[in-house]
């Protein structure tokens, strides 16, 4: 009898404690706490500009798998950046760096999960993304875009009732893009397609995974690398505001890149570069 | 005395897991306005061009912006200016952040998220602007880097007493500049001492309209200019997000103190007649 009673009370609470969940649209325990900043973790030994496979230093040391096209293709931009030039890198119009560079992640970032979808919110150049996670199908036509159109999926891989796993796929690109500031370039048919597996620790919520895996056409077989960044350990993050445009002294003129200098006079940033072309002023020269 | 610990036991217990998950569950989506989704603003019959700050009057000096007459010279200046330059209204000449109060125009659509610490703002237009409210409860830092979206702080209202929200009550502080308040150039102080009030909520009568009244305090200014912004939601779940990349879409360029047009062809093009071309002097190469 005592024990019928007690299971009574159980199922009372129990069902009150329903009825109050019940109530919420919206609710947060299914998915991971991905709440606060996240920052790229660093890996010691690996110096310079943050490289796409974070594990391996920059530039020939990321042995991406190229076709020999876009192998001769990221060796002329080597050649061009020793000159001073940008090669292949365009973000330094304040293009976006688009996908997947983006998830190198510059700057601290947001993750903003609803049920519907999740906002990576980086301020960096023009990197943030929607990841659409409302069970759309792929539209019959996408306009295409430099971080593209993400589809996700939430799985619970563990069979606990909580997701823990968010399944991403990307397509829809427009270009120019490379994979990091060495110029590793992507297919300029912007056919790339990423699949990402974005997940905690399972010791550690605080550390962060984005396995990311491209299938593009400059590749000759699917490339993979894992991403892992940490929550930045403050209550209330500072967020940075990064406005590209902002005292960026890089300006492209014909296809060509000049740098602004101090004095707000055009600069060659190689030698013996070439002044633009000024046909249309009728001026003289000052 | 073992009966009764028992079921205290088991209550206490159930009790624990029950808060445990509501402290998870904290989010009552229920007592929030449905604000989230894309919204684009309303048009308003008869208003051509770039949308100005106040959408209920014309542009420019149709705007009757409350000057200092200090600023209503600089203002004056740069009208003068433009049409010197022809260049009218524009968009940007630059792709600096609009920044607050400009950015609530939503040029490009916008997105509301709603969650208990943070309202999202998300409008990609010239900058990706992340404009967040925070409705923590917290107070006011003692130092913020300014900003040209600025620093929110919000609290959410329940008017009508009904046990839900309806309004967001939104102050912003700590901004930077240059800012204007809309494409015609009515410019903002130079101080940047600006601070901002809003008040965000859905129409009583039609839910798929957003209001978002705005109170702007200014040294530019000779009192508080208020406007009301309106807004639609986007009703198609599917609709597309535009990626504005600022230097795609915005043919000029600044070198030293001059504007130049970039052409489609490349080249480089003078804004108004008998315009200087810029100063080549680092070039050792013959000009082209």
């Known amino acids: 009898m005592h024990y019928r009673t007690t299971i009574g009370a159980v199922v009372l609470a129990a069902s009150l404690c329903g009825t109050f969940a019940g109530a919420l649209a919206f609710d947060e325990s299914k998915y991971p706490n991905w709440k606060g900043a996240w920052r790229r973790v660093a890996v010691p030994g690996i110096v310079g500009q943050p490289s796409y496979d974070p594990t391996k230093l920059p530039g020939a040391a990321q042995q991406a798998p190229l076709t020999p096209e876009y192998q ?5 931009n080597v050649k061009d950046q020793a000159l001073g030039g940008q090669g292949t890198d365009p973000t330094y119009t ?3 760096p688009g996908m997947p560079r983006v998830m190198t992640t510059f700057v601290p970032f947001e993750i903003v999960v609803t049920p519907q979808m999740t906002n990576f919110l980086i301020q960096h150049i ?9 069970g759309r199908d792929w539209p019959k036509n996408i306009v295409p875009t430099f971080v593209g159109y993400s589809i996700g999926h939430w799985i619970d891989t563990d069979g606990d009732g909580r997701y823990d796993v968010l399944e991403v796929e990307t397509r829809g690109f427009k270009g120019p893009r490379s994979y990091d500031p060495a110029g590793i370039p992507l297919a300029f048919d912007n056919q790339s397609i990423f699949k990402e597996r974005i997940y905690s620790d399972k010791a550690d919520p605080n550390i962060l995974y984005d396995e990311i895996t491209t299938i593009d056409n400059a590749l000759t077989r699917p490339w993979s690398v894992t991403k892992t960044y940490t929550r930045v350990p403050v209550k209330q993050p500072e967020w940075i505001e990064e ?3 902002e005292g960026n002294s890089d300006v492209e003129i014909d296809h060509q890149g000049y740098f602004l200098s101090g004095d707000g006079s055009l600069m060659p940033t190689k030698k013996d570069q ?5 046909r249309y002023f009728k001026q003289p020269q000052r | 005395m073992q009966y009764f610990g028992s079921v205290a036991t088991a209550m206490v217990t159930v009790a624990a897991l029950c808060m445990s998950t509501a402290a998870l569950r904290a989010f009552d989506d229920a007592i929030y306005p449905d604000l989230n989704g894309q919204w684009t603003r309303a048009i308003v019959p ?20 409350p000057l ?24 940007a000449v630059s792709c600096l952040a609009p920044g607050m109060p400009m950015m609530m125009q939503a040029y490009e659509p916008m997105q509301i998220t709603v969650l208990p610490e943070t309202t999202y703002i998300l409008i990609d237009h010239i900058h990706e602007s992340h404009r967040r409210i925070f409705t923590d409860g917290r107070a006011w830092p003692k130092t913020v880097a300014p900003t040209f979206t600025g620093y929110s702080i919000g609290r959410w209202i329940d008017e009508d007493g009904d046990g839900r ?16 308040f809309d494409s015609s150039g009515i410019p903002l102080h130079e101080d940047d001492q600006t601070v901002v009030k809003e008040r965000i909520y859905l129409d009583k009568a039609d839910r798929n309209l957003l209001h978002d009244e705005i109170t702007v305090t200014d040294h530019a200014l000779t009192r508080p200019w208020t406007v009301m912004k309106n807004y639609r939601r986007t009703l198609d779940p599917l609709a597309d997000w535009p990626e504005y990349i600022c230097n795609e879409r915005i043919p000029f360029l600044r070198i030293g103190t001059e504007i130049y047009r970039v052409g489609e062809d490349g080249h480089l093009m003078p804004t108004r007649q008998n315009q200087p071309p810029p100063d080549l002097r680092y070039f050792t190469q013959p000009k082209k």
């Open chain 1, 72 to 76: 001769a293709i990221y060796e002329a």
């Open chain 1, 94 to 96: 304040c293009l976006s």
């Open chain 1, 126 to 134: 023009h990197d943030s993304r929607r990841i659409f996670t409302d």
């Open chain 1, 243 to 245: 406005v590209c445009a």
């Open chain 1, 274 to 278: 070439a002044p633009p072309d000024l």
């Open chain 2, 46 to 65: 008869g208003a051509v061009g770039l949308p100005p700050f106040d959408p209920g009057k014309p542009t420019g000096r149709g705007q009757q912006a």
């Open chain 2, 68 to 91: 200092t007459p200090e600023y209503q010279a600089k203002f004056e200046a740069t009208l003068a200016e433009r049409a010197a330059k022809g260049l009218g209204d524009v968009e």
């Open chain 2, 165 to 180: 929200y309806d309004v967001l009550e939104s102050e912003t502080r700590h901004l930077k500049g240059p800012r204007v």
